[in-house]
C-alpha cells in the first residue's frame, strides 16, 4: 500500500485530490494542516520527512489569491510560494521520495502568449504584471522538479512531475470577498444579491477578457492520471527541460459570459453592470491540453455543473458559517 502526502489537502485542489484518492482506494493518506506543520519551515519539513515513511507527494499546498490579493501581498506571494516548494521537494528528495506531484498554474505563460497556450510558451516572454511574483515562484517549482529529474533521475530513480491547471473552481474554493478568483467571488457577489433582492451587480473589468474554467475534481482526476503514467508514455510528451503538462477545459468564456452563467446558476435575475475602471489582466488564458489528451485523459465535468455544485458548496458553507 502506497503511502502518500498530499501537501495542502484542506485547499481547494488538494481536497479535491484526497477525495479522489480515497474513492480509488489502496492508499495510505498521509496530511497535515497548517498548524501542525509549516511548511516554509525548513527545519520542520525536513522532521517530518525523516520521521514519516512516505512514497509519493502531492504538492497542491500555495499561497494563492486573486488579481486584488496578488497585487497588495506581492512578498508574501513569492516568498511563501517559493519556500514551500523548495522545502517539500529538497526533503523529499532526502528523505528518499521517488515520485512528487507538483501543482503549477496557468500564470507561468507570457501575458501576451500565443493562443491557445502550448507547453513550450513557457519563459518566452513577460508576465501578467498583477501576478508576477507568483509565477516566478510556480516557474521555480518546475524548473526544481526538473533539476532534480535531470541530476538524480538515472541515480537514484527520481520522477518528480508537474502539471498547470487552467483557472479551477469547484467546492472548497476560497469565498473570501476580496482575495478570492473570479469564479467564488462572482458566486458570492450574485449569492448575496440575489438574497438581498439588489436590482444589479457590478463586476469588474470590461467583461470581454476570455478564461478557460476547469471544476476541481477533474483537475485532481488528471493529476492522479499524470501520476500514475508509466514513465517512457510521460517522457514521450515531454522533455527534460520541458516536462510540465498542461491541464485546461478545452474551451474559454468571456468574463461576461461567465457572469451570466454564474447569475443563472445561482438563480439571479437582476442586471449585470461592468467596471470598466478596474484592472482586465491578460486579455485571454486558454490552454493547449493536446499533450495530456494524448496521454488519454480529458475533462467530464462541463461549466454549467459545475457551477451548480459550487454554488450549493458555497450555500453550504454560508449555512455552516452562521450556526
Known amino acids: 500500500m502506497s503511502r502518500i502526502f498530499v501537501a495542502g489537502h484542506r485547499g481547494m485542489v488538494g481536497s479535491a485530490i484526497v477525495r479522489a484518492l480515497n474513492g480509488d482506494g489502496g492508499h495510505d493518506l498521509l496530511t497535515r494542516s497548517r498548524s501542525e506543520l509549516d511548511l516554509t519551515d525548513q527545519a520542520a519539513v525536513r522532521q517530518f520527512f525523516a520521521d ?9 499546498a500555495a499561497r494563492v489569491g486573486g488579481i486584488h490579493a496578488n497585487n497588495i501581498y506581492p512578498a508574501d506571494f513569492i516568498y511563501d510560494n517559493l519556500m514551500i516548494e523548495a522545502n517539500v521537494i529538497h526533503q523529499a528528495f532526502k528523505a528518499g521520495v521517488r515520485k512528487l506531484m507538483f501543482l503549477g498554474s496557468s500564470c507561468i505563460y507570457p501575458k501576451l502568449a500565443a493562443q491557445p497556450m502550448r507547453e513550450d510558451a513557457l519563459l518566452t516572454g513577460p508576465l501578467e504584471p498583477t501576478n508576477e511574483p507568483y509565477a516566478i515562484a510556480k516557474i521555480a517549482g518546475i524548473k526544481l522538479c526538473e533539476s532534480y529529474n535531470r541530476q538524480y533521475g538515472d541515480s537514484e530513480g527520481v520522477d518528480y512531475r508537474s502539471v ?29 444579491a440575489k438574497d438581498s433582492v439588489a436590482p ?7 467583461g470581454t477578457p476570455r478564461r478557460e474554467f476547469l471544476y476541481v475534481d477533474d483537475m485532481a482526476d488528471a493529476s492522479i492520471h499524470v501520476m500514475n503514467l508509466d514513465q517512457p508514455s510521460y517522457a514521450a510528451q515531454t522533455q527534460p527541460m520541458q516536462s ?18 454564474v447569475a443563472h446558476a445561482v438563480g439571479y435575475a437582476g ?13 485571454r488564458k ?14 467530464k465535468v462541463d461549466l454549467q455543473t459545475g457551477l451548480a455544485r459550487t454554488v450549493a458548496d458555497f450555500r453550504t458553507a454560508a449555512t455552516v458559517a452562521e450556526r
Open 200 to 206: 444589479s451587480v457590478t463586476i469588474w473589468g470590461s
Open 286 to 299: 486558454l490552454m493547449d491540453s493536446a499533450r495530456l489528451s494524448a496521454l488519454g485523459w480529458s475533462p
Open 52 to 60: 514519516e515513511r512516505i512514497d509519493e507527494v502531492y504538492l497542491a
Open 271 to 283: 442586471s449585470i453592470e461592468l467596471d470598466a475602471t478596474k484592472p482586465d489582466g491578460a486579455p
Open 164 to 192: 498547470m491547471p487552467t483557472n479551477l473552481y469547484g467546492p472548497g474554493d476560497n469565498y473570501h470577498p476580496e482575495n478570492s478568483h473570479v469564479v467564488p467571488a462572482l458566486i458570492r457577489r450574485f449569492c448575496e
Open 244 to 261: 510540465h503538462i498542461n491541464v485546461g477545459y478545452g474551451s474559454d468564456v468571456t468574463i461576461a459570459e461567465l457572469a451570466q452563467a
